[in-house]
């Protein structure tokens, strides 16, 4: 994703649902979006959707948040909020005494940061939403709906590392 190149060229390229998250460097989720603008006709969007960690519900030294649970099912974050990585655990519970565990590691970007990695790669912001129905993106919010637009296609691309 970082470094894929495709045929032509597109008005829209999007990732939605964390996807820029399973980057789990920020000179590779820069590098997407580099990517993303060498594959852009001038006036194309780049849109991303990321949750945003509620990190504020940890207390000192808490490592991780349980963000659901039901019958049969719990969902848990850990955190390593120096490198701005999380693990989500899946945990699956059957009839029996056997449980399943998946486990998906992400690094998750600040909006600011993304608005950063934006610049680096020639776009500004167009618009930041907390969902796709265009609700306002808060303090509180948990997730972020970023559409930008591009200010220069021919910029420099910086190497990636």
């Not at 039901?70 to 969902?75: A, D, L, M, R, V």
């Not at 600040?110 to 776009?123: H, K, N, R």
């Not at 509180?140 to 190497?159: F, H, K, L």
């Amino acid at each position: 994703m970082a470094t894929t190149r495709a045929p032509g060229e597109y008005s829209l390229v999007y990732l939605v649902y964390n996807t820029i998250s399973n980057l789990l460097t920020q000179a590779e989720q820069v590098a997407c979006f580099q990517a993303a603008a060498r594959h852009l006709t001038p006036g194309g969007r780049f849109v991303i959707e990321l949750g945003v960690p509620h990190l504020r519900i940890l207390s000192p030294g808490q490592q991780a948040t349980v963000w659901h649970y039901e019958s049969g099912y719990i969902g848990l974050d850990t955190y390593d909020v120096f490198q701005q990585y999380l693990v989500s655990h899946h945990f699956t519970f059957g009839d029996g005494k056997q449980a399943r565990l998946s486990r998906s590691p992400h690094r998750y970007i600040w909006p600011a940061e993304l608005d950063l990695m934006g610049q680096l790669a020639g776009f500004e912001l167009g618009s930041r939403h907390a969902d796709w129905s265009g609700g306002e993106f808060t303090a509180d919010s948990r997730s972020t709906c970023r559409c930008t637009g591009t200010v220069d296609i021919e910029a420099p691309m910086r190497p990636h590392r």
